[in-house]
């Protein structure tokens, strides 16, 4: 007869799974960060003012470890908003979803607007992919010769591809000049559809960014 044999977790071994988790967590935690910084770095009149003091303490006090959810303060327009990046692992859990619910209650009564943004709508495409393109591209600098060439052909051309504008740059990167154009509000790109050689850019308007 064949028994089955069970393996007995010893000390030992549940610290190095448990260090193992974090380790995962922490991981997904900075790369869920790093989306979400970079999608707000190109929304309209968006401004990232830092993690949140008060969704940290709320967090805490729900029983969320730091690298659980991501929490940062958002200036858009006129108005503070505070960010609750909720991850996959969170958000399926209704358990865990009640506290983040009941963190955004407190947070209202404490007067201050709070947004819960799922991971799924981060990672969304092809928004994540242009978002990082252009929050990559803000390294960039860009000579002001090459600024109003861009301008005026624009101005004497109408709406134009990347590859139109592109080829109007001297700079070693000609297309993350353009997206630097872009992220920084002087040109306007449709952010709806992947970027690619024949994406439309054309000159923003006041208030486009």
């Known amino acids: 007869m064949r028994y089955a044999s069970y393996e007995i977790s010893s000390p030992q071994r549940r610290v190095h799974d448990s260090r193992n988790r974090r380790a995962r967590h922490l991981r997904a935690y900075f790369r869920l960060e790093k989306r979400l910084l970079a999608l707000i770095d190109t929304m309209s009149s968006a401004q990232d003012l830092g993690a949140d003091e008060l969704l940290e303490n709320l967090a805490f006090r729900e029983g969320f470890d730091e690298a659980d959810l991501v929490l940062r303060t958002v200036r ?9 990046a909720v991850p996959h692992r969170i958000f399926y859990k209704p358990d865990y979803m009640a506290k983040v619910r009941a963190m955004k209650r407190a947070a209202k009564q404490l007067g201050r607007r709070c947004l819960i943004v799922p991971q799924s709508i981060v990672d969304q495409e092809p928004r994540r992919s242009n978002a990082e393109l ?10 002001a010769t090459s600024r109003l060439s861009v301008l005026v052909h624009l101005m004497d051309s109408g709406a134009s591809t990347l590859r139109e504008c592109a080829e ?7 297309v993350g000049s353009v997206l630097r154009l872009a992220w920084e509000g002087t040109l306007r790109i449709d952010l709806r559809k992947p970027i690619g ?6 000159i923003a308007e006041w208030g486009d960014r």
């Open 76 to 84: 858009r327009r006129d108005q503070i908003i505070a960010v609750i």
């Open 134 to 143: 252009l929050h990559r591209s803000r390294s960039l600098s860009v000579d």
């Open 168 to 174: 109007l740059f001297s700079h070693e990167n000609p």
């Open 197 to 202: 050689p024949e994406t439309r850019v054309e």
